[in-house]
């Protein structure tokens, strides 16, 4: 699938949970930019599951970059990077062929493909298939670094369990970076754990919120109407399977306030012209105002649970009942985490080309 966001920076993905590999082509990067293998491993390990919070499915991600990079820096040609998948047990779902899961998108891809869809493991619809949006999302990630642009998330809430609020950006960015299960405080980590855990042994599973933000990106980015940072962001954390929805600053909570409670009033702070709140999430008019940028996305709970469902076996045309067995996490949006951060990366560096171009920065 290709998303082409605001036409600067294009994403194509290839290939399905239990297919041979996923696939990921990046366009419209700049040449130059500096590209780290070991930094895309870090950012793959992010995603991957540790522990009983998830899947016991055990993806080496070793990667190949195929095109695109020459003596470590983008070459500004079409960047291509191969993720082998090598931990399948395609046999796990030969006895739900028939039988949609409930929350999943096998009833939908049959309507779509007539039947013609790889069915093991959610084929091309798996969150297996995150994991080329997380390998571009870290050469995004590198270049936006360049500018001074730096995007860090946190587990807002897994169930009742909720994480303290963003409060000094730059600290807490930092603290975030490199944690596979990012919680800013982390005396709530131990209560997330017991939540997802809970969950898992009633063959259950369990959703939550991811909290953004995104600092150093300057004002005047995006574009009135149908290039608005809100869009062009939400069309590529939509494309995040387990994402149900995303609101920007205050959100929906906009709506219980007055406009005087709503509205960023604006200061001088050092010769600046800034907002002395931040309801608004550094956005006004799709165009970002140099503040920082905050947003939350819905993550519902993983589709896949042990208990007992309705379904119709589509075969048969009867009713049936249904048990997902296999190998299935109690819960994803710790390893969302990772997911989001990419995806905020590629369509931020998208915005940075449509306003600045991609030409190099440097020669030699």
């Not at 041979?20 to 895309?40: H, M, N, W, Y």
């Not at 919120?209 to 109407?225: F, N």
């Amino acid at each position: 699938m290709k998303n082409t966001f605001g036409n600067s920076v294009t994403i194509t993905l290839a290939g399905e949970s239990h297919g041979e590999a996923i696939v990921v082509i990046l366009d419209g990067l700049r040449p130059g930019v500096k590209v780290s293998e070991e930094a895309i491993a870090a950012k793959l390990a992010l995603r991957r599951p540790s522990g009983t919070v998830s899947t016991p499915r055990r993806e080496a991600d070793d990667f190949r970059i195929v095109s695109g990079v020459f003596e470590g820096r983008t070459t500004g040609t079409p960047l291509t990077i191969i993720i082998p998948n090598t931990a399948k047990q395609s046999t796990d779902y030969e006895t739900t062929r028939y039988l949609p899961r409930p929350g999943h998108a096998d009833l939908t891809a049959l309507i779509k493909y007539g039947g013609f869809q790889d069915y093991r493991g959610g084929g091309h619809f798996s969150g297996r298939v995150t994991v080329g949006l997380v390998a571009a999302g870290a050469i995004a990630e590198a270049a936006l670094c360049e500018y001074g642009v730096k995007i860090g998330t946190h587990i807002a809430a897994i169930g009742p369990v909720c994480d303290r609020k963003f409060d000094d950006l730059g600290t807490d960015l930092a603290g975030l970076a490199g944690k596979s299960f990012p919680v800013l405080d982390e005396d709530r980590e131990e209560a997330m754990r017991r939540v997802i855990e809970e969950a898992r042994l009633d063959r259950d599973s369990v959703g939550g919120i991811l909290e953004t933000a995104v600092i150093g990106l300057g004002g005047g980015y995006g574009e009135p109407w149908f290039d608005t940072v809100e869009s062009v962001l939400s069309h590529i954390l939509f494309a995040i399977p387990a994402v149900k929805g995303v609101e920007f600053g205050d959100g929906f909570a906009m709506a219980a306030m007055r406009g005087s409670e709503a509205n960023d009033a604006f200061v001088k702070q050092k010769g600046c012209t800034v907002t002395a709140t931040n309801h608004n999430g550094g956005v006004n008019g799709g165009i970002t105002s140099g503040m920082p940028i905050l947003f939350r996305c819905a993550i519902k709970p993983t589709p896949s649970i042990g208990k007992e469902q309705q379904t119709v076996d589509m075969k048969m045309g009867k009713e049936a009942v249904l048990s997902v067995g296999g190998r299935h996490d109690p819960c994803i949006v710790h390893r969302a985490a990772s997911v989001v951060n990419a995806c905020t990366a590629l369509a931020l560096l998208d915005l940075m080309t449509m306003r600045e171009g991609n030409a190099p920065k440097e020669i030699g």
